[in-house]
């Protein structure tokens, strides 16, 4: 069965400590790999795709890696406004649509 | 970014009744698809729609769902007869290329919190 695991479930930074989130993947074959941020009670907001390994993507003080097995989220010097949950979701291989979602991590940046 | 609109943010209602969640995509295009976010835990998958035509549905999507899209730019969830375990926020999503399908990134909407009591 294919999935999905995020770590950790939650994470507390003080403003500009950088940190590393971490998503895991299990699937049968990988077609694209997509970061979310979503705020409490709004939906999921896109970041990043990722296609293949090596493959890396910045926006701002983010910045998405991808290997065979997982994926990092990378937070350079962050804000309090960073702070939300950030969700990892995967295609995997065959001709299913749907994402596959983690649960997600939640990230507390204090100022 | 490309906007996924959703209708109504909130929806309570009691249990047996029938709601209809809406949605409208990003525009003229063929997929959109349906999930839901059961509080605290992930955001699942229910079904998709290509081309007035249900493409794929989870276990979740069961008799009790029904997805439509009775003009052309709106298309709507159903559920017949809602349970306690249906609360809970449903998501339409839609991609943004010509194609969509596989490997196209899906924009979300803001979403439908719906309560049963």
């Known amino acids: 069965e294919d999935q999905v695991t995020q770590s950790p479930e939650a994470l507390r930074l003080q403003e500009g400590e950088s940190s590393s989130l971490n998503c895991s993947y299990t699937?049968?074959?990988?077609?694209?790999l997509f970061w979310y941020r979503q705020d409490p009670g709004k939906g999921p907001e896109f970041l990043f795709t990722l296609y293949s390994a090596g493959e890396e993507k910045e926006k701002e003080r983010l910045k998405a890696t991808l290997t065979k097995k997982e994926s990092f989220l990378h937070i350079t010097a962050p804000k309090p406004e960073d702070s939300a949950t950030y969700l990892c979701?995967?295609?995997?291989?065959?001709?299913?649509?749907?994402?596959?979602f983690g649960k997600g991590t939640k990230l507390t940046v204090n100022p | 970014e490309p906007e996924v609109t959703q209708t109504p943010s909130h929806q309570v209602t009691q249990m047996g009744q029938e709601v209809i969640l809406r949605c409208v995509p990003i525009s003229n295009h063929l997929y959109f698809y349906w999930y839901r976010q059961i509080l605290g835990q992930k955001v699942e998958f229910l079904v998709s729609f290509y081309n007035n035509e249900i493409s794929e549905k989870s276990e979740i999507f069961d008799d009790q769902f029904s997805v439509e899209r009775p003009d052309g730019s709106n298309f709507t969830l159903k559920i017949r007869s809602t349970k306690l375990e249906d609360s809970a926020m449903y998501f339409c999503a839609s991609p943004k290329g010509a194609s969509g399908g596989a490997q196209e990134t899906q924009y979300f909407g803001p979403g439908t919190r719906l309560l049963v009591l």
């Open positions: 979701a995967v295609y995997p291989q065959g001709g299913s649509e749907k994402l596959v």
């Open positions: 699937v049968s074959g990988l077609r694209g």
